[in-house]
């Protein structure tokens, strides 16, 4: 029945929400012969045509009802945020996922902070024992938490942290920064050109200060 809330029920949801209005046109059933048309003139007599402004008035009352209406941008905006939601709901499963997983594994890291010089500070947790490990030449323990309150706190700390991760929000952050931060590696024609354009600047002015350093040096021999 879970499985059935989570995954049925919001798929016939989407399907009945993509689902439009289908017009079903049926002709009226022609039920008279050859012969009763024969006999009958009136029955079989063919309708006079409609006058052409009549025609074009009907054609364009058509147009206008074959346009998009309220329902429709209405439909299109409550798919795309189930859309949206549905994502967002399979990021936290995966991430519920990853994280029990995580749980399962004897060692998990939970942070650290670097201080230079290759050193670092890491917390890490091993069983139910949450260690504080100086990171640098070698591996030292530094101390280890054993109040349990500060234990839970630095715990819950890392569980918003990683739900915070899987925001929506938080995510199209990161991949805004990872194309900037392509963008900015690979460079462009233009950063080509003023760091080009910076070189030669550099080198003009290092020749002018050696030709001015060789003129003095030569009015100090003359004098």
């Known amino acids: 029945m879970n499985l059935f809330s989570k995954w049925i029920m919001p798929f016939f949801f989407a399907m ?4 439009g209005n289908h017009l079903i046109a049926a002709a009226e059933p022609f039920n008279s012969n050859v012969k009763d048309c ?3 003139r009136d029955l079989c007599s063919e309708e006079e045509p409609a006058d052409v402004g009549e025609t074009d008035a009907k054609a364009e009352a058509e147009m206008e009802q074959v346009g998009i209406g309220f329902l429709d941008v209405f439909r299109m905006i409550a798919a795309l945020a189930f859309v949206v939601a549905l994502l967002y709901f399979l990021l936290r499963f ?7 997983y995580q749980e399962n594994q004897t060692v998990l890291h939970l942070g650290g902070t670097a201080l230079g010089g290759n050193r670092s500070v890491q917390v890490i947790k091993v069983g139910e024992r949450v ?3 100086g990171v640098g030449e070698d591996v030292s323990l530094l101390k280890e938490i054993d109040d349990k309150k500060e234990r839970d706190k630095l715990l819950t700390r890392y569980e918003e942290q990683t739900d915070m991760m899987m925001q929506p929000s938080d995510i199209f ?3 805004k920064a990872s194309m900037t931060e392509r963008k900015k590696q690979s460079g462009g024609p233009s950063d080509f050109k003023q760091e080009f354009e910076r070189k030669i600047a550099d080198l003009k002015k290092s020749r002018e200060q050696a030709v001015q350093d060789l003129t003095d040096r030569e009015q100090k021999k003359n004098e």
């Open 16 to 19: 009945a929400l993509f689902s």
């Open 131 to 133: 260690l504080v490990l």
């Open 38 to 40: 024969i006999e009958n």
């Open 94 to 100: 995966i991430n519920k996922k990853s994280r029990s």
């Open 173 to 175: 952050n990161r991949i």
